[in-house]
């Protein structure tokens, strides 16, 4: 039973949020989260405590705002050590975070390019995602997380990011099995974990949001 005071601001369907609940639930620590409704109008709470960019997640810690997921992911595995999300060496924590701010740069947008397109998914946007991955894969290499035989930081990063994905293959009509099966075979091994699978969103759900967004942005 966690003696602190955890609230997430919290979305649902955003990865973002995803990541701050995975690595409150590997530490074992309770936390409440409090849905913020990002299109009928966002609470005083959120706007006072993420003035600059008024965006979730925000973590409150004994009512303490923290913003951006990577920084809050980084403030969590600080803040309560054990067990550690990040390599006990400086090298090994630097080759994660070049990682993780790899994912951060690249593969949201590149998920973006996909389901923004009007009409068919270009063939290029599917290229530059599937390219994405294949990078990914070779930093994966042959172990079964990113840092190795155990589920840290990186993968933490990561596997939220994969809850978007059978949305952007229903519209672009491919498989991230076909064309990355390391990659693959990590994100079922993610969804094993209790974390991953009690927090990350049913996918048909999902792609259900990314369908009703496109209409609210008048794509078609």
């Known amino acids: 039973m966690s003696k602190e005071e955890l609230v997430i601001l919290d979305c649902w369907v955003s990865p973002f949020c995803m990541r701050v609940k995975i690595a409150l639930r590997e530490k074992g620590l309770e936390y409440e989260a409090r849905a913020e409704d990002l299109f009928g ?18 973590l409150l810690h004994n009512a303490k705002p923290l913003c951006e997921s990577t920084i809050i992911v980084n403030y969590i595995d600080e803040t309560w050590p054990s067990p550690p999300l990040l390599p006990p060496c400086s090298y090994g924590r630097a080759q994660e975070r070049f990682w993780a701010d790899f994912i951060d740069k690249k593969v949201f947008d590149a998920v973006g390019n996909i389901w923004r397109s009007k009409g068919e998914v270009p063939l290029e946007a599917k290229r530059e995602f599937i390219e994405i991955l294949k990078q990914l894969e070779e930093g994966l290499g042959d172990k079964d ?39 693959s075979a990590w994100m079922k091994r993610c969804l094993q974990r209790e974390s991953v699978a009690k927090v990350l969103p049913d996918s048909e759900k999902v792609y259900e949001f990314i369908i009703m967004f496109r209409k609210m942005q008048g794509i078609k």
């Not at 005083?44 to 979730?56: A, H, Q, R």
């Not at 059978?166 to 491919?174: A, C, D, M, P, T």
Request: hydrophobic letters at 40%; charged letters at 25%.
């Open 41 to 58: 109008g966002k609470s005083e709470l959120l706007l006072t405590s993420n003035p600059i960019y008024k965006k979730v997640p925000v």
């Open 145 to 183: 997380f990113f840092g190795g035989d155990k589920f840290g930081f990186v993968d933490i990063i990561a596997i939220p990011l994969t809850s978007w994905f059978y949305g952007i293959e229903k519209l672009g009509k491919f498989k991230v099995e076909d064309e990355c099966p390391k990659f």
